[in-house]
């Protein structure tokens, strides 16, 4: 059974870092493509960034290139999302998703399995 555990979030002023980890078992990174997702009160799931490194893709959202990055410890089976220059508009919760394949799609329906999120303030 895949389980995905987020952590890492918090409270933090505009302009600052914070380090998402998202631990995996059931299931290896290096098949399979893995994403990160956030979700702002009264808005839809929206895309942040993913990897598949069977593929060699990696992929950001225009709002976060530059200032987000996406990486894996494959000892640990964790990923992470290093976010720097956080902006009040970054604040969410967010979740991390992993599919059956190891297609980098940018869509929350491309993922089959999800973390329970973790949640992301950032005070301007």
């Known amino acids: 059974q895949v389980q995905l555990v987020e952590s890492g979030g918090g409270l933090v002023q505009a302009g600052g870092s914070l380090r998402l980890s998202c631990a995996a078992s059931?299931?290896?990174?290096?098949?399979?493509?893995m994403g990160w997702f956030r979700q702002a009160p009264g808005k839809e799931r929206e895309f942040v960034a993913v990897f598949s490194w069977s593929a060699g893709v990696t992929n950001y959202a225009d709002s976060v290139k530059g200032r987000f990055t996406i990486s894996r410890d494959s000892a640990k089976n964790t990923m992470y999302l290093q976010m720097n220059s956080l902006k009040p508009e970054d604040t969410g919760v967010y979740y991390c998703?992993?599919?059956?394949?190891?297609?980098?799609?940018?869509?929350?329906?491309?993922?089959?399995?999800w973390g329970q999120g973790t949640q992301v303030t950032v005070s301007s």
């Open positions: 998703a992993i599919a059956n394949t190891n297609y980098a799609s940018t869509r929350a329906g491309g993922y089959d399995y």
């Open positions: 059931g299931r290896t990174f290096s098949i399979y493509a």
